[in-house]
Every structure is written in structure tokens, then in C-alpha cells.
């Protein structure tokens, strides 16, 4: 009983061994543990032929066997499934290759790029100018004398360091780039600014402008009008009108605000525009003649005009984006939309 025990254990191993598909191993299973015919069933049966005295001894055998069985026709039997499983997907040579996920833009910097574009072909040079300033660039020499009240106009971050503060517009690289480079210049300067603000629906401590100057020989506002006309139409749509409003900027003689059709009913009034037509989008001037001796340019020969942009206000234009949160946020789900 015993060598049967033991022959059952090895024609096992070989039946097992030449079973490698599921139908297969479930002819062994079958053979091994089948109610009718199977080995192990048959060789209990036969327990009770056994002498009273090997009883314990070949039933424990036998014990082991069938243990010994199960686990390793089941181990197999998993082992298969799983193998059929990644062999059943037939490989298709056709099927593209995956890329690597691809960044994307920022709406900030979308529009920068763009606006920048438009007035590198105007003749125009890029200067970025510093985000930590002195009074003397920031304001002063912009002229905002140090009591002057629309200094309250741009609530400041002063530095604790040498009187440094974080520039709130940036007008400061007019004085930067006038000081550098001899008239005649075109420059344009995009970048952070910085205001002690809270922060709203509308309003960041932290934002983005762009300045754009030009000096020259007889510059007159009306070589400001239509520079602004052609790159509000070629940012926003050729369609949109643009008007000009009288305002007030220490650093700029005559001042105008300066406003398009609202791009939402292009000029028609809706809830956007307060029904006006219009939107405000951005400052501008002829510079006023003190800030150019402040540099040392003569205002009876030299004129030029000046004009500031909100990057982030034009990027939520654009793109219809009403939370200015939005864009400091760095969410993906938003970011890959762009
Ligand atoms: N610096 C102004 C601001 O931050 C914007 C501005 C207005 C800039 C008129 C200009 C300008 O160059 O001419 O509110």
C-alpha cells in the first residue's frame, strides 16, 4: 500500500509536469480527486483493507499525499490562468507608440508671448527690468514726488534691506532702459509686480504687466493711438473698436485710459461690461517731459509715449477665465486646457 502511495505521488508529478493549459490540469484534477474514479479516493477506500497496526502510519502517507497534491495542482492551476490571461491579447504591431505627456503653457504666458511677438515685429526690444527696486525707480523718478498722493494709488511691499521695496508696476524699467540705452528706443518689459492687496476674484498681490515705451524725434499721440489699436485688434479681434479716456498718471502728460469693446458681446452691452460695450484694459500717456530730464533726455528734442497692460486681466479675457485665483493656482486639470 505503502509503494502504491508513493507511485501514485510520482505519476502525479508527471502528469502535472505535461498539463500546462486549463483544460489539462482539469483532467488531472479529475483523475486525482474524482468522486468515481480517482486515484486519491480509491487509495482511502483501500484504508480499510489496511492491518490495525499500519493504519496510522500509511494513513498519514496518504494524508500528505492528497495535501501535497491539491496545493501544487491549484498552485499550477493559478499560475496558468494568469499567463493565459497576458498571452489572450494578441500584440497589434499597428497600435501608435505612447507618447510622453506634453506640458503646456501657462495663459500668462501665452498671452506674453504673443503680445511680445506683436511688438517684436514693431521694432521693439525685450527688457525684463528687476522685481526688487529703490524708491528712485519705482516712484521718484517716474515722478512721484516722495508726499505725492498717487503714490496711494499702488499700496507697497517694503523690503526690510537698504530702503528696497518690490516694484508695483513696471514703469520702473522706463527709467531703467532710458538710463541705459540713447534715445530713440522701443522697448517692451513684461513681468511681476507686486501690490498689497487682498486677494479677490479680481485682485492678486501678486500679477503680471507689461510696459511698452517708445522715444523718438516728434512722437505724438496720435503714434500712440494707433500703436495700441493694432495690438489690441491683433491680441483680442480685428473687429473691436478702441476709445481713449482722459485720466491722470504723474509720469505721463497728457494721461488716457484706454478701453476696446467688451470681447464678450463685442460692444453690444452685456452683463460683463455693465452693459457699457466697453472694457477697460489699459494705462497709457505721452511721457511726461520732468521724466525724461530725469534721465537725462531733452524733452524739446526727444518725445515719446508710454503704456501699461495687466497680463493676467488680458489672460482671463481671453480665455474667459472669471477667477484671477485660477491662474496661480497651477491646477493641471486647468493647466492642460491650454
Ligand atoms: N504703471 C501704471 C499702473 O501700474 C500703468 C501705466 C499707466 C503705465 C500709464 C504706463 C502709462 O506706462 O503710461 O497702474
Redesign the pocket.
Known sequence: MLDDIAKTGTDFDRDLAAANDPAALDQVRVRYFGRKAGAIPALFERLKEVPKEEKRSVGDALNKLRDRIKSTLDEKTAQVASQKQVGQRPLDVTLPARLPPLGHLHPITIVRRELEEIFLEMGYSLDPGPEVETDWYNFEALNFTPDHPARDM?DTFFLDVDQLLLR??T?NV?IRSMERWKPPLRVLSCGRVYRRDEITMRKSPVFH?A?G?LVDRGIHIGHLRATLEQFIKRLFGADLAMRMRPSY?P??EP?AEVDMSCVFCRGKGCNTCSFTGWMEIL???MIHPQVLRNVGIDPDEWSGF???FGLDRAAMIKFDIPNIRTLFENDLRVLQQF
Do not use: P, Y
Request: aromatic content about 22%.
Open positions: 499702488q508695483t508696476h514703469s522706463q504687466q510696459e515705451f498718471f509720469f505721463t494721461s494705462g497709457s500717456g508710454a503704456f501699461g
